[in-house]
């Protein structure tokens, strides 16, 4: 992907050893996140977030459907990342299907948890309008339009601020209804519920160069990670999900270790995105 | 419009706009309203005969612009100086770029132009320093020079059948070691006697090529023909036991100084600023906003937040009034 | 159902004459050569234009011109109804195709022999008149991208409904059965590059249709060469000399 010189690939690896990274940042240092929320209008609910040259776009759309007969008090999310061919030349045609998979998948055992959907990120259970008969189904795309590294982080960040930017439409259900009947609905075109946001997590990527680790990195400090580790984080310290990338092995205590400092790194960021969506919300109602 | 992708708040806006607005009426008195986009007609005076140059084609007996940019006149020629583009070789220019191929006799190499540019490896110096023919050994060896990816910096030798050819026969070309490379649009950088800098003070190499690629690194001894062939040896000798020993404290001690990373970066995020703001890029104009970014203590990585962009365009404003004056 | 009321009004309160309000920005993706983001109405687009570069793929040189090409892609939230399509269906292969034609017959491809162009559009929203807008987003990337034209090429449809021709058709009023001409036209060279039509229509009727989209491309251009000179004069006084 990133063809780097041996000096380059030094310089960098020396960067991060010496934690001074190619653009002045130490290895806990984040880029700033710009966040922008409501720029898809045909959607519940959306948001664009650029951390330097990565550009993601993320958006909700709820629709009305029958829950899992297994899990009747839920209602479903689905994850769905797409990589533009406008990013880079070479996710045009099939190209960019390998990224959007492994980006989907990381994202949904980031944010849903596992199948059951308990521990979910999300909580499902307030998805439920009628039990066993409807609910809500939370259709999240993400799109990358530009690409600089840390995609993972970016389309987190992104769904999480697309997520407080949702209104779920008020569903009034029709009394009346029992036994095997699908209730009738009357979806509310006024009254929105805003989506509980306080307990989504962010993901922050911790990506190991040489013997050290850093955030947010740039797609040329990717192209020189042994190994990499996401990790969700909800405000409340919780570990919501955990996926690990790049093929070298990690020392179980290493990984520890590393849980412990993208808790740090996600308190300032969970700060630091909560106050620019409160400021991207008022922004928007201004305009 | 193009829109810088920043978030400012109400005063830096303010100030900024201001910033800009001030360089928008030291040039305008400059140049009148020259710019022109596709397929703008461009006024011409058919009585002293015309030439037709690059960016310009003829429609219905007129003169039209078929990209967007600056009408230039010089004499009888009538061209269209394009701003965003990519870049467009000269003979003699300096250029950096990256190795993408070793094919035979010759390597590819990516300089932001439309084509891959060559370099044979017959116009090339030899490590040996010594002119003669090429062997096929020297052919079998051509890895040990240039190998993919390297980031090489070179002069444009000229246009041949097969594509614009480079040429590095001085010991200040060849390859690039530790730095960054860093890439601007062409447009913001002038031809000028001087390409190469080593800035002493800072303990950094500055290579600014022509084609908007940048390279900022630690500053490596030019050495002429004479003694090259010890240095080398003794280099060798230095670099072999860092590249196959694999032990991280090994490795670390040869990383680049502190303080010269330091500087590496600042001048890379200085030139990541003006680039970004649309300025042209010199070795003054970079070293005087390294200089602005150390006077008032930023942190280098906080160069690429609001505050400074703004600093920098009321600096650059307040420069070119001083110029202009003068 | 009434397309047009009475009072003359549209179902957006538009006149029938009327555009959606558009807008153009220039250089939205970082990483390309040429880019822009451009907005008709609730149709969002952004084109990304890499090269004139080396050709990729040596099969596919051509020795005496450029080689263009163009993809179309569509997010999956940019419909009102949430759909999951595969990647090159039938309709953006075909849109991916006219836009490639479309952009061709103005670059000037001659200039560059044995080179490619890859022009990428992205649709963020689609309220109808997706064409016209990728159309009118891939001329401003191209111009953004210093690469030669004859012309910048200009989009816009138009349709006839209630026995009314009506300018720039959103989604609805696209979706109502009636006649839904798109048009591309290069205004300084005067000529047609683009012209689809999907339902019947007596000539005199296209002649006005036809018309009235052509006034629309005139509007677009207007616009989008102001978009473009802004540009250039602001890249020029911030270089400085």
Known sequence: MVGLSIGEKHFIQGGIAQDLRSDGRKRLTTRPIYVETGVISQANGSARVRMGATDVIASVKAELGRPNALQPDKGKVVVNVDCSPTAAPMFEGRGGEEL????????????????????????????????????????????????????????????????????????????????????????????????????????????????????????????????????SINRQGHICGLTKRGGAGLDPSIILDMISVAKTVSEQLINTLDSHIAAAEAGEEES | MRELQLSLNQTQ??????????????????????SVTVADSIPVNYEDGLLKGHGTSEFNGEVVATVCGIV???NKLVYVRALRARYKPEVGDIIVGRVIEVAPKRWRVEINYSHDAVLMLSSMNLPDGIQRRRTALDELNMRSIFEENDVICAEVRGFQHDGLHLQARSQKYGKLGRGQLLTVPSYLVKRRKQHFHNLENYGIDLIIGCNGFIWVGEH???????????????????????????????????YTRQETRENICRAANAIRVLSTLGFNITVEVITETVDLSTSINVAIHEMLGSEFYVLVAEKESVRRSMTKKK | MEYVSPEGLRLDGRRPMEMRQIRGEIGVVAKADGSALFEMGNTKVIAAVYGPREVQNRS??????????????????????????????????????????????????????????????????ADGGTRSACINAASLALADAGIPMRDLVTSCSAGYLNSTPLLDLNYIEDSAGGADVTLGIMPKLDKVTLLQMDAKLSVETFENVMQLAIEGCKAVATYIREVLLENTKQLEYRRGI
């Open chain 1, 100 to 231: 959007s998979a492994e980006l989907s998948v990381a994202l949904q055992c980031c944010l849903l948890g596992g199948k059951s959907g308990s521990g979910a990120g999300i909580d499902l259970s307030s998805l439920v309008v009628v039990e066993g008969k409807i609910c809500w189904d939370l259709y999240i795309d993400g799109l990358v339009v530009s690409s600089d590294g840390n995609l993972l982080d970016a389309l987190g960040a992104a769904i999480k601020a697309a997520l407080s930017n949702t209104g779920i439409p008020k569903v009034n259900v029709a009394a009346g209804a029992s036994g095997d009947e699908q209730p009738e609905v009357d979806v509310s075109d006024e009254e929105f519920l805003q989506f509980d946001t306080s307990r989504v997590p962010v993901i922050v990527t911790l990506t190991k160069v040489g013997r050290h680790y850093i955030v947010d990195a740039t797609s040329e400090e990717e192209s020189q990670m042994s190994s990499a580790v996401s990790i």
């Open chain 2, 13 to 34: 806006k303010v100030r900024l706009q201001r910033a800009l607005e001030k360089l928008e009426f030291l040039s305008s008195k400059a140049n009148s309203n020259a």
């Open chain 2, 72 to 74: 230039e006149r010089v």
């Open chain 2, 220 to 254: 490596v001894q030019v050495t002429d023909d004479m003694v090259v062939d010890q240095v080398n040896k003794s280099e060798q000798d230095d670099a072999k036991p860092d590249e196959n020993s694999f032990s991280p404290e090994d490795q670390e001690k040869n």
């Open chain 3, 60 to 125: 596919q040189q051509l020795n005496d011109s450029a080689l263009v090409r163009c993809e179309y892609t569509m997010a999956n939230f940019s419909t009102g109804d949430r759909m999951r399509k595969p990647k090159g269906d039938r309709r953006s292969t075909e849109i991916s195709l006219v836009i490639r034609q479309t952009m061709e017959a103005c670059i000037m491809t001659h200039l560059m022999p044995r080179s490619q162009i890859d022009i990428f559009v992205q649709v963020l929203q």
